[in-house]
């Protein structure tokens, strides 16, 4: 018995050399993956979800002033249940607002790339030598009699061209990447954990959202005038 538990045990092991978690990584798994998560946010993000400017904002109409309330914390004491009300209030706002966050993130990333026009010039001409590449392909293009797509075969051109889009990348759209992430992320999520659900649409608020605090507020004053 135990000679067939060791055995088994060193059939399990991985041989020498051998990676026992490698994770296949390409371009093309992660271009599925990315198209994939664009097309499930696509479908959930339409103009049938994007709430207007006031209910975003909170701004009530006569006025044009940020109405009493719209904005507040999750939860005014520090309890147990403090992750609790912060998530629930987070992802019921990210659901209602889903599409005006969008938005939101979308400016930004104009913003962001007006500011640095280096990277969007840099972009355009690898995108334009990565057109040249595909259409090198199918086409055959002749100068001075000789073909300029047979200089450098289809691998090597790929090659080149993913070495110096790794290095633009690096080079020119990191930071700038870094600084939308950073300013998006910052707005979405200070406006997701501020914005008060219940003060959505009028008194109603947001449906399906509860907030425990106000109903012990409110069962605290019925009791309190009973007894008086």
Not at 109 to 137: D, R, T
Request: hydrophobic share 45%.
């Amino acid at each position: 018995m135990s000679h067939e538990l060791s055995r088994d045990v060193d059939e399990a092991k991985p041989l020498r050399g051998q990676n026992p978690s490698v994770i296949a990584l390409d371009v093309e798994t992660v271009r599925r993956q990315m198209s994939s998560i664009v097309q499930r946010l696509g479908q959930r993000a339409t103009f049938e979800t994007l709430r207007p400017l006031h209910v975003f904002l909170g701004v009530s109409a006569p006025s044009l002033c940020v109405s009493t309330g719209a904005f507040n914390p999750p939860v005014r004491q520090v309890d147990k249940s403090l992750v609790e009300k912060v998530q629930i209030r987070f992802v019921t706002n990210i659901g209602f607002f889903l599409t005006n966050y969008v938005v939101v993130a979308t400016g930004v990333a104009v913003v962001v790339s007006l500011l640095n026009p280096g990277m969007l010039l840099v972009c355009s001409v690898v995108w334009g030598l990565w057109w040249v590449h595909e259409y090198l392909i199918y086409n055959e293009v002749t100068i001075f009699g000789n073909n300029i797509g047979t200089i450098l075969s289809i691998s090597q051109r790929s090659t080149v061209l993913s070495v110096v889009t790794i290095f633009t990348i690096v080079w020119k759209c990191l930071l700038p990447f870094l600084s939308f992430v950073a300013v998006s992320g910052f707005l979405i999520v200070l406006h997701a954990l501020l914005r008060d659900p219940k003060h959505v649409n009028g008194a109603e608020g947001i449906h399906g959202y509860s907030d425990d605090e106000s109903s012990d507020a409110e069962q605290v004053f019925v009791d309190r005038g009973d007894i008086i």
